[in-house]
């Protein structure tokens, strides 16, 4: 939409402020239940940061799971949860999440675009837990053809470019498996080529390649859905206030642009949290507090005025979470211009065998094949403001190294810039880093020890089913460990930092937002992340941030059309 297509009407019975898929989610169910809807978005692309996410959803209990004959017990994933969050766990809201998940996925997969398969093997972070799941329970979107949105496809927010290939080639799980052993068996090879012959038909009529997967395939669904059903999204309209009536109940917003837009039945307020808000980073993040630099993967967009406008009127906003946002170990990509952009070490190189992260004393500190939260909890509860990940050279071009790809993919220009340091020995390595070369010297030998018979003593690197789930399964004996002995030596600095923010507005199960004295406030609704995390803080597995996310979108959607 342009110019005056992407001015709002002055009223609808439903404004949804955000367009990830918490916003979606609602948006879309509500104009199923007969509303009339529009969506508001600050940012110049539709998408939020589902678009630049994983695109996993936790949904236990999911009816792709139970079609694939994946029985699980109702209460396991409640047991579960509850191991995790502890006395925090709000309990009405967890048990309206399992409920409404499954319900959630049938809704769509018969209703929408959005159409998922289930993941057979994907553990949940802390497998060792009652009530853990070894898989079935983590959804992901069936791969989408982009095109398929026509020239709304440029409005779609783009993937983070640095999980791309070739200019905007999108890779998902099984993808990534067939690149790294192109050079190994034919069949991933054939793979291989079939996708990049594709992605050069897509470069001759498109910015980028139009196979989306992960969150973009999340997004992308969705918004053809939201297309599809005439629900228009203003982008470039930022948020300002809501509008009350005398009585306190919501019944529009204010935009930036200085235009009101009268909601009838209500505002829905899904806009991403506040990760780009450094005031709110510091005031909750106590890392970040103590002089910490702190990354987010976020998008920028995501300042925290949608929870300013609500805490404006009244809502209360939840500060007690055990960590306020969902971490990640981040580092940062030179830029031609002297800038850099941040990288996420999610799940591609910390947990892989001959990589280790030592902190500015040359000593290791936290198991590196846990989840990306606990690596970063484990940063800060040893104070650490920075660390390094380590490796050498077989692991380098084995598995890669955050953006470093392994071979045959080209590596020197990460040398040039100077965001991957190589040396010939671990003494030199850490000379090179400013890490004292005895120590580090020492780690590295305890290490080798230890990962020649396949046992971490230290700290267990590979002793749960999540660690060697990400480890390399066909190296032996254990999965996540192989000495680092083959030189050269590399090393990549990294900081904390976060995927979203955790802590937000507190609500009731249909997603109302609450007053401190838990009173509601009519009118009003918040989901995604502007919503307070029901794993307030915590980080159970794979997509527990889109499974409640578009639960309670869902459920948004349905009260306010009075089908709650």
Known sequence: MSGQENTPAAAYDLVVVGSGAAGMAAALTAKIGGLDVAIVEKDSHFGGSTAVSGGAIWIPNNPLMRAAGMEEDAEAAFTYLQGEVGNLMDTDLVRRFLKAGPEMVSFFQDNTALQFEHRAVSPDYHPDRPGASMGGRVLDAQTFDG????????????????????????????????????????????????????????????????????????????????????IPIFTGQALTALLTDGAGRVTGIQTEAGGQITARCGVVLATGGFPANAEM??????????????????????????????????????DTNRNAGFWAPVSLIPEGNGATRPFPHLFLDRAKPGVIAVSPKGERFVNEAVSYHDFVSGMTRAGLKEAWLICDHRALRRYGLGPVRPAPAPYRHHLRSGYLKKAATPAELARRINLPPETLNRTIQAFNADAAEG??????????????????????????????????????????????????????????????DRSV????????????????????????????????????????????
């Open 147 to 230: 095109r398929r949105l026509g020239k709304e496809f440029d409005r779609l927010k783009p993937p983070i470019g640095d999980f791309t290939l070739f200019g905007g080639m999108m890779l998902n799980r099984f993808d990534i498996g067939h690149f790294m052993n192109m050079t190994r068996k034919p069949g991933s090879a054939l793979h291989a080529l079939r996708l990049l012959l594709r992605h050069g038909r897509d470069r001759l009529r498109h910015s980028r390649g139009t196979r989306l997967t992960l969150g973009q395939a999340v997004a992308g669904r969705l918004a053809l859905s939201v297309l599809e059903r005439d």
């Open 281 to 318: 980073r510091a005031e909750l993040m106590p890392h970040v507090a103590k002089g910490a630099q702190h990354f987010s993967m976020s998008p920028r967009p995501a300042t925290g005025g949608a929870i300013g406008a609500a805490r404006a009127i009244g809502a209360h906003f939840i």
């Open 455 to 516: 046992i971490d003593r230290q700290y267990g690197k590979g002793s749960t089913a999540y660690q060697t789930y990400l480890g390399d399964p066909e190296h032996c004996p254990n999965p996540c460990l192989n000495p680092l002995e083959t030189g050269p030596f590399y090393a990549v600095r990294i900081f904390p930092g976060d995927i979203g923010t955790s802590m937000g507005l507190a609500t009731d199960a249909d997603a109302r937002v609450l007053r401190e």
């Open 521 to 564: 406030i009519d009118g009003l609704y918040a989901c995604g992340n502007d919503m307070n995390s029901i794993m307030a803080g915590t980080y159970p597995g794979a997509g527990i941030t889109l499974g409640p996310a578009l639960t309670f979108g869902y459920l948004a959607g349905r009260h306010a059309a009075g089908e709650g």
